[in-house]
């Protein structure tokens, strides 16, 4: 059965950009609270000398991911001046939709490549109910 899914992404910050990413981060964080409801965790970082940004996600499944992608869509696209991907990578069983998805973020945000990890061994503490 397919466990959690689980979304790194790292990004370059173009220059002289920072304080018109924050806004914008602060706009999808509510935008995505608001209509992604089965997503376990979302957190966007910043590292010190504001120049790379990652984003750290955990849901339940596939399809929680899925729904991710397609709602928040139009809010990625905003980030696309602000921004340069380098990477997308995932962690677990993400359907070929997603895949598909996660591709066209990758490409629309200045990345090429999305990275799949599956899992070896493990286990999980935390469920939601679907």
Do not use: C, W
């Amino acid at each position: 059965m397919p466990g959690s899914i689980f979304y790194l992404d790292k990004s370059e910050i173009r220059e002289g950009k920072l304080q018109e990413l924050k806004a914008a981060i602060t706009h999808l964080v509510a935008f995505l609270d608001s209509n992604v409801p089965r997503v376990v965790s979302y957190g966007i970082y910043l590292d010190e000398g504001g120049t790379q940004m990652t984003v750290v996600q955990i849901h339940p499944d596939s399809a929680s991911l899925e729904h991710h992608m397609k709602v928040g869509a139009p809010e990625f696209a905003k980030f696309k001046d602000l921004v340069k991907l380098k990477t997308i990578e995932v962690y677990g069983e993400p359907s070929r939709e997603l895949l598909g998805l996660l591709t066209k973020k990758a490409r629309m945000l200045g990345g090429d490549a999305v990275a799949v990890n599956g899992l070896e061994a493990g286990f999980e503490r935390f469920r939601l109910a679907p």
